[in-house]
């Protein structure tokens, strides 16, 4: 592939995910915005509602349009669930290259899919196309993949904090439990009353405590790296920031004669050659702001008392590294760049 | 006992727990703060330090002096470890009762307490005698108590959530799980770096995940009511607030067939009679602002996908149920006055 | 008037002025909370909607009903502007008395009322009557008033910081600044994107610059104050958090050597029998969390390098002292209480 | 100059400003941070210190040697005040170039120097020669500068936002207010009790209301730009976020009867060429986070109710635009580097 710019698009970017993907897409050195669209903003230009973007972008959202979209290299959606299902079939068609931000190409299985979204799926048929765009666990399909359904911001530090564990069978597979909290933007940018910050602010509440969306979503990846079954307990918090997830992980010890220090070994092993992976000493405590506006995951390991439950904790930007960045990753695997393109900045401290 | 004013004083009254133990006092129908000590503020005018007290408090904080102190019918100590257990062996002699708010006098064992906290205790003849403050556990004794020692904030959290699971033997006592968060007034008012607004705003991070002092405190409690060993992982988190504890525990049932709907009851039984303990309808989700300010635990119970892991949901204040405001209910208790006075406030909302 | 409990009633109690009525009340010796009306949470028990009340409240929301609301000594109204004027000739001519703390009866010209609330004022006739509800300027008509109209929070912060510069004259009238920054609790409970934690979180601006609603209501006190013209600059900002007000008052020294001591003490003497202003000595920096849900105005004087600008800080809770509790402050005069009956709470620190 | 890598080095990294500075190196494609210093940290890798470094740099601190330092093309001084004054002259005799962040080198007079710093300026005569680092009022004299005294965060907000006003003399120069709000990261990286977030959090105050070290600073950029005596009123607030500052200006218009839309467009054409300065459409509101990360400064004009006082709102980041991406700014013009390079990203947004 040469220097050439390659064209993307954006669907639905009024949302969060849709300014963090501009962010960093306009200064992506081998990509260019070429559309966003936007019903319900049709012809604003993107940098008065983001005000964030004047001098950096200067397009204006326009209504969907398949054949204009067709022209794209790659297309995002960065829409609510439900979306991206009607139209990514004649896309993909089109031959353009699709990674979803959303719900709709994550799970494999439809009607696992239809009972949590509470509507039969548009397009079954090409959930088992879709691959699951957690690069660490598929990056070879990913880089051959048309379609990619990007992780969920939760499943993300689930997932890459039990990855070491689970595909080693290290832990029990079956009582693993994940207290996850997440700043006030992972809910997205709509106006409910219990996200106004005289609400969320200065003030720590669980949610969705008896069932998450996220979760089918996690235990699909945990069972891939598992090789068998799984069980997670999931509890998410909302805290009263911005950005960030902090995911705290406890699972119980096959073998309790296996150090801290092997373990540590391990996921350090594991992570050895990923650029987004970070494994911090044992017993440190990674904080959500270390993270903020990077596409990094890190991570800790804990075994309190010496006993047998490990702790792991891992901490990334819910709309980075949760979303937007990943997606970012992800294309740039499709196009055939260099995976951290565009990625390259440090987290925003303090 | 008439109606005549009893006479309290204050150790240490320069950080969080003393300014709301004085919040709490200034309007309490039945006493009067006669002493509160500082030797770093002595001669200072307590409003001069604490703005929120001008126009309800004309007094200033005198160097520490036992003889004076001994003249009131209570004395807390709002002091670091290790203070209490120097005075307190005097004043129990002079005839006054002592509530400590600090973590001198909660631990049951010497030697425990000598391991965390890094030095000999100074009066261990006093630990069997002291009455560990939690009135849902212990209020009979606590009437009669000389000395009561005050549960910690994350204690009395944790503890009154479990309390009815561990009582009648309804989880697994060895895999215990809690995971909580606090608003940073939990950590002191002593300047610390990691405690600035520039560095705990904005983020989220666990602490202590390796081991935190209020382990052994609430192993003993929990030790207590289930009546046999028990085992807990307890990970404390910062959460960027001021205010509040939220703890989400997690256990395993013994038996699958007991309904969410049996221990929801079970929790509405044991708690019916107590005054400060709300047990929210089942699938709800307190949060910390429902008792800022407010001497309220209020719990809700959770049974993810029908499985065998229980969530209890617990928040409280951690300066006022979790300190101030429960050593105010210990001492109404040791008064013989209701147990409610003075602290009848609803939370502050939003 | 004996010690019998009188009636009140709450006209729209959802928002967030409602909730702060309620915990004012619900500890309040006097009165008893008879009625609460809602039209959309008509059945609903306040305490579902407002957790923290559960254990202080046993009453649901009612449809609104003229007839039941006239059984109250005196009824409150927590609505938005114009439902007030509906209803309020109605209960007047009940013989109840009324309390408005919306923004229907602030303003004493119907023109200008309908100027900046785009509709005819309902009941025009009715302005000249009601009495504007700032203690410290109209005590004695407030205790003879069948209807007051309750400052706004803004008006009451900034009017307390100029009066007694106004009321003697002591600077031009002409060039007032006041730059004010509220919590956002000021905007109400409402979901709007722009107060999104996400949104409103971590971030500060000012709102309504070139014109806000307040503005013609504080004009109306200082002309009051001033007994002839004034022209005021008012700069309302959005400050990340929930509660609070802080006015920076700025204004020209009509004699260049008057010096800050004696204005210092004109201040004093001003207020010197005020239960609710608290003039700090020269040269403090009032916080907003030395009156966090008191009903106390504190206010400092500062003169910058001892040229003529005068600086005034002045401090409220913008649900308190700026909204509810003023309500009951003007309650109880108007009943016929001791003015601090049910405020003598202090404020929550930290 | 060809495209080979210029050597900086920073004295004093461990604050605020030394972080923000190693985040816009690291990808800045032209510099290399060859040397950080720190007493205090000797040894410690810098990303152990600040773990949202790891990964972007692989550098320990040092102790500071001028020798060392004296390899480098540029220094950077991210120290409090004080130290550069006494390290510089020795660095500028071996040829390097010093941008200096603290305010050593800010004010050309000494003697005000001494006044506002308690101490005698170590090298008044480097004064005079020392450039004020705002390249939108001395651009060519920074690109040949030896020594770059770089504007503190508030004097740039507010020159910045006065600055075609005062040109133009448009307005009354000795009655300037500026009324403006920092996030907590502007006091620095010091354990101080009022910074602490159970102090700052929730909570919104003025400060150095009767005199603040900032505004000799400022009235010398003032005067600079008038050409003439100003006099301006200067307010902080501590904002409760990290980051960003707003500056809200107030000023007299000379002639009333020059437009808005004049004033707008005198502002667009002021700044018509500037990259880092955003004049947004008369009426808007810049909010921090429209520049969190970011080096612009955004500006918005309004004129309250017509009448004759002008209102400027300014925001920028004061870790950015406030010290180091201002720095960086003007590294790339002395080391005549296109003045944009590293400084491309969009602020981060929510």
Redesign the interface.
Known sequence: MGASTLRVGIVGGTG?TG?EL??LL??HPRVEVAIITSRGEEGTPVADL???????LDLSFTAPDVRELAKCDLVFFATPHNVAMAMVPELLEAGVRVVDLSADFRLRDAKLWSQWYGEPHACPELLEESVYGLPEMNRERIREARLVGCPGCYPTAIQLGFLPLLEQGLVEPD?L?A?A?S???G?G?????A?????????????G???HRH?PEIEQGLVDMAGGPV?L???P?L??????I?A?L?S?LRDSSLSLEALQQHYEERFAGE?FV?V?PA????????????N?C?LAL????G?D?L?V?S?IDN?TRGASGQAVQNMNLMLGLPEQTGL???????
């Open positions: 969060y300014v501009l962010r306009v200064t983001f005000p964030s973007l004047r001098g950096h009582g439990i207290s909290g700043g006030a933007s809910a940018r709509q106006a409910k009353t996200l106004l910050m005289a609400e969320a602010g200065e003030s720590f509440k669980a949610y405590a008896s069932g979760l069980s307990t999931f509890v918090h805290v009263p920031m911005v950005r960030g902090h705290t406890f119980t650029a970070d911090m017993g440190s405590h990674p904080e959500t702001r270390f993270v903020k506006g990077s990094h890190r804990h075994r309190p008392a006993r439950t702790v904790l901490v709309l390259e900045g440090a987290a925003l401290m303090p």
